[in-house]
């Protein structure tokens, strides 16, 4: 099990004036889908010149103050992660690799001229917000908090150049499946536009890269498929990432290929977590770039197998079919593969203390 170092800083606790009533809470959880239920708190800590990390705080979720000319609201300097609790089989919470999430938050924080935030004093807000709201734990099969920490530059000014004030704030949301079609794999677009750019933000997780997204992935709902697969900038021809998720490529002789950390794609920490699990069940892990071309080819000859994307929400989804202006095929049977339903039931395990934890990956909370 991973450790907790203390907190850098100290945390006030507010009382809450009026927490949702058990039987609204129960409710509320008891279907909550993806995203749209949120828990009664919210950790919050400011940042300026002056004093650095300060002002930490435990207490009611509310609506935020924002002058109109915020430079988050201009120049869009915001960044966020995502991590999920667990609830474990003695009752205990615990967090998946948090630390990770602390690191890839600072990386960019990095990009886009923000503060960095103690990778410490991170994983404890985290804690203290699981803390606050462990009861809107829902109980669902596969059901867990979804813990979104977030940064945003909250200085009002109209002028670009990095901001002098910054406000990190952690909101948890009870979580059921991602995905809401039931579909045992996914069918995925091949899109036009582009998602990053080398030199650009790619590697960072903010905003911007999901918005750009929004135009795409409303296409590919339109033609009725689940999610968009995008393309590199300068050929338009080799697989980078999904919308939110990683892509991984099984073969039949052993193989498993993921595209390339080239500075375009997110480092996912479930792509890195399976990595590693793959190359334990004795598969050859090969990160190197693959072409949209390649990949039809491979499904269409059987030497591709299976397809599937990961990430924090969806935690391992197959992917079934593909299609776009230029191609359409679909990956073995268009259903799940054996070895994605494997890899997800191993991480699974470990991550709800099923199984054991040599990596020391899994933080317990209590």
Known sequence: MATLADSPIAFETLAHPAPTPANERAARIAEPGFGTVFTDHMVSIDWDEVHGWHNAKVGPLEAIPLHPASSVLHYAQEIFEGLKAYRLDDGTMALFRPEENARRFNASAQRLAMPELPEDLFVEAVRRAVA?????????DGGSLYIRPFMFATEHFLGVRPAKNYKFLVIC??????????????????????????????????????????????????????????LDAAEHKWIEELGGMNLFFVFDDGTM???????????????????TLAREEGLAV???????????????????????????????????TVAGREHNFTIGTGGPGQLTGRLKQRLVDIQRGKAADPHGWVMKLD
């Open 173 to 230: 949301s009870p979580a059921g499946n991602y995905f809401k079609s039931g579909a045992p794999a996914v069918s995925v677009w091949v899109s036009d536009y582009t998602r990053a750019a080398p030199g650009g933000t790619g590697a960072a997780k903010c905003g911007g890269n999901y918005a750009a997204s929004l135009v795409p992935t409303k296409e590919a709902f339109a033609l009725h498929h689940d999610q968009t697969v995008f």
């Open 257 to 275: 290929i993921t595209p390339p950390l080239s500075g375009t794609i997110l480092p996912g920490i479930t792509r890195d977590s399976l990595i």
């Open 286 to 320: 090969r990160e190197e770039r693959y072409s949209i071309d390649q990949w039809q080819a491979d499904a269409a000859s059987g030497h591709l197998v299976e397809t599937f994307a990961c990430g924090t929400a969806a935690v391992v989804t197959p992917v079934g």
């Open 132 to 140: 606050a709201d462990k009861d809107w734990f829902p109980p669902v």
